[in-house]
T-cell receptor, first 116, second 113 residues
Framework: AQSVTQLGSHVSVSEGALVLLRCNYS??????LFWYVQYPNQGLQLLLK??????LVKGINGFEAEFKKSETSFHLTKPSAHMSDAAEYFC??????????????FGQGTRLTINP | NAGVTQTPKFQVLKTGQSMTLQCAQD?????MSWYRQDPGMGLRLIHY???????DQGEVPNGYNVSRSTTEDFPLRLLSAAPSQTSVYFC????????????FGPGTRLTVT
C-alpha cells in the first residue's frame, strides 16, 4: 500500500524567505506525485504534478518540486514567500492504475504561515 | 463552466438521520470521487466512479453509499448518520488520464450531533 508523510504539520516563514515543505512517500513502484493547495474555506487546487520525464517540475504561483527516487521524496519549494501563500498544502500520490482509476493518497497536510 | 459543484455547503444532522450530498460537474469528466477531510488526516477516499454505472470503494467506504446514473452527477448517501461522520466532504472529477489532474468542489461541512 502506498503512503505519504509530510514532515511538519505547521511551517512558519517570513515574507521573502525560502519556503520548503517536505513530502516523502512509500510505494513499490514509482507513482504519480502531486501537490495541492487549499485556501481557507475552499476546495483543493492543483499546484503541480510529476508523472514522467523531468524530475524538477514547476507549478503555479512560483512553486516547484523535485522528484528524487532514491530518497522517495517530492519536496515543495518557493524561493521567496508571499503573504498570499498562506494556506494548507497537501502532498498526494497515485499509483499508475489501469482504467483511469485514480486513487489519490494524501498526506496529513502542512499549514503554511507567512510572517510579515 | 461551473466546474464541480456541491450542495449543501453546510448541514447539521442528528444521529440516525439520512441525507444525500450532491455533486455535479459540467466538464464531461469520466472519473469522479468523494473524499472526507478530517484534521491531521488529510483527505481520505470514500468511493469513486470511473464512469456512469461503475462505482467502487475507496479507503473509508463504511456508512456511505454512492451511485452514478449519469456522467454529470455523483451523489453520496449517508443512510444512518453517526457522529464519526462529522467531517468536510469533497467531491472531485477528472478526465485526463495522462495528467491525472483532479478538480475539487468547494466542499460540504457536515456536523452530526
Amino acid at each position: 500500500a502506498q503512503s505519504v508523510t509530510q514532515l511538519g504539520s505547521h511551517v512558519s516563514v517570513s515574507e521573502g524567505a525560502l519556503v520548503l515543505l517536505r513530502c516523502n512517500y512509500s510505494s513499490s513502484v514509482p507513482p504519480y506525485l502531486f501537490w495541492y493547495v487549499q485556501y481557507p474555506n475552499q476546495g483543493l487546487q492543483l499546484l503541480l504534478k510529476y508523472t514522467t520525464g523531468a524530475t524538477l517540475v514547476k507549478g503555479i504561483n512560483g512553486f516547484e518540486a523535485e522528484f528524487k527516487k532514491s530518497e522517495t521524496s517530492f519536496h515543495l519549494t518557493k524561493p521567496s514567500a508571499h503573504m498570499s501563500d498562506a494556506a494548507e498544502y497537501f502532498c498526494a500520490v497515485s499509483p499508475v492504475l489501469m482504467q483511469g482509476a485514480q486513487k489519490l493518497v494524501f498526506g496529513q497536510g502542512t499549514r503554511l504561515t507567512i510572517n510579515p | 463552466n461551473a466546474g464541480v459543484t456541491q450542495t449543501p455547503k453546510f448541514q447539521v444532522l442528528k444521529t440516525g438521520q439520512s441525507m444525500t450530498l450532491q455533486c455535479a460537474q459540467d466538464m464531461n469528466h469520466e472519473y469522479m470521487s468523494w473524499y472526507r477531510q478530517d484534521p491531521g488526516m488529510g483527505l481520505r477516499l470514500i468511493h469513486y466512479s470511473v464512469g456512469a454505472g461503475i462505482t467502487d470503494q475507496g479507503e473509508v467506504p463504511n456508512g456511505y453509499n454512492v451511485s452514478r446514473s449519469t456522467t454529470e452527477d455523483f451523489p453520496l448517501r449517508l443512510l444512518s448518520a453517526a457522529p464519526s461522520q462529522t467531517s468536510v466532504y469533497f467531491c472531485a472529477s477528472s478526465y485526463d488520464r495522462v495528467s491525472y489532474e483532479q478538480y475539487f468542489g468547494p466542499g460540504t461541512r457536515l456536523t452530526v450531533t
